[in-house]
């Protein structure tokens, strides 16, 4: 008789690992939990957001200047609401919110929690029917008590606490870290359950993957144009040239590069010097994952998860994914810092 494998359930595995936490009081797992959940609900609508009417834009633009789709809002409303019934949250900083909101029902005024969260990211493919996803980030509170404060949020991504995506595609996976290794949940619509399918993802160090939006070569650095004119190259020892896949959706490029390996770069341009990512709720917790997976993630020069925040909604350089990859695109950086910074000799000349 075949062995029935058992299915386990995100609640089921989140219990099961809560051991992991010597001091675990649940909390943190209630939360987890409380994000699945609102990814359900989310899923629901994406589902179906091509039979009724809530495709197109509610003429409103939010922080990041992006038209905000009816999908976008009610993904927001949907996380807020959860994570307010929660009573693990102390607030939430959304792409969607100018300002970081605080959660003051009495349960939650005083929670541990604070959570960063891109409620519906890549929305612009929503009405093409491209994945599209939902990133967030936990982070233990910095103030005491009482309703939180920009300095709970403005915390380097290596205090994240967890992380995770939900992607909206040909299946909907949960995807999240808690820093011990990363695990992937598909969601079993015949059961309503993320079912453990992904455990332990490893990305692979090398790749012949990668993912930029090519149409702003010319605006790039030239270290970046130069690292991707090497992928272009014709080299069979180093698997070249590498194959370009790009489908402006963060989630949907990152997900494809943890499985198949590769690195996705969003890199400054002179007409936006930071690049277009958020650190809070897009770099830093794609970063945890990436890192959590065998991957590295550099702005360019530095380590994503060691940058100090300074705004909710600042921008930075990315270049994340594949080990060795990562590497190649640094070396091509720091190779143009070494000359364009002066040497002692020549200033004190
Ligand atoms: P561009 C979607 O709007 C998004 O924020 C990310 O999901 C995606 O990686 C990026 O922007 C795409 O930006 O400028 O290439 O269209």
């Given at each position: ?66 038209e ?7 993904a ?45 990211d ?42 995770g995506?939900i ?30 399918s ?30 991707i ?12 040239p ?10 949907g ?27 809070l709720?897009?770099?830093?917790p794609?970063?945890?994952i ?56 020549a200033?004190?000349?």
């Amino acid at each position: 008789m075949k062995s029935l494998r058992k299915v386990i359930t995100l609640d089921e595995f989140i219990f099961q690992n809560e051991k992991d936490f010597p001091f675990a009081t649940g909390e943190l797992s209630g939360l987890l939990r409380d994000i699945g959940f609102a990814a359900k609900i989310v899923n629901r609508e994406v589902n179906k957001a091509g039979l009724v009417d809530i495709l197109g834009t509610t003429g409103i633009n939010n922080t990041t200047g992006d038209e905000v789709k009816k999908l976008d809002m009610f993904a927001n409303e949907q996380f807020i609401s959860a994570l307010q019934v929660s009573g693990e949250c102390c607030g939430m900083a959304s792409e969607e919110n100018d300002d970081f909101v605080p959660i003051t029902t009495e349960d939650s005024r005083n929670a541990k929690y604070v959570v960063t969260l891109d409620p519906l990211d890549g929305s612009s493919n929503i009405d093409v029917n491209v994945a599209i996803g939902t990133i967030f980030s936990i982070y233990r509170r910095q103030s005491f008590f009482g309703p939180c404060r920009l300095e709970d949020f403005l915390q380097r991504g290596s205090r994240q606490v967890a992380a995770g995506y939900i992607i909206y595609g040909s299946s909907t996976m949960m995807v999240y870290t808690t820093g011990n290794g990363v695990n992937g949940f598909t969601l079993d619509p015949s059961i309503g359950e993320f079912c453990l399918s992904h455990p332990n993802i490893k990305s692979p160090e090398k790749g012949k993957i990668y993912s930029v939006n090519q149409g702003n070569f010319l605006k790039f650095e030239q270290p970046v144009k130069e690292y991707i004119t090497y992928c272009q190259s014709e080299d069979k020892l180093s698997n070249r040239p590498y194959s370009l896949r790009y489908i402006g959706s963060l989630v949907g490029d990152i997900h494809r590069n943890l499985m198949y390996g590769g690195i996705f770069m969003y890199p400054a341009t002179r007409s936006a010097m930071q690049g277009k990512l958020r650190l809070l709720y897009e770099c830093f917790p794609m970063a945890f994952i990436v890192e959590q997976s065998g991957g590295k993630a550099i702005d360019g020069t530095r380590r994503i998860l060691d940058i100090d925040p300074i705004e909710l909604h600042q921008r930075s350089p990315v270049f994340m994914g594949s080990n060795d990859m990562v590497d190649k695109v640094e070396e091509y950086m720091k190779s143009t810092m070494k000359v364009t910074q002066p040497t002692v000799a020549a200033v004190t000349a």
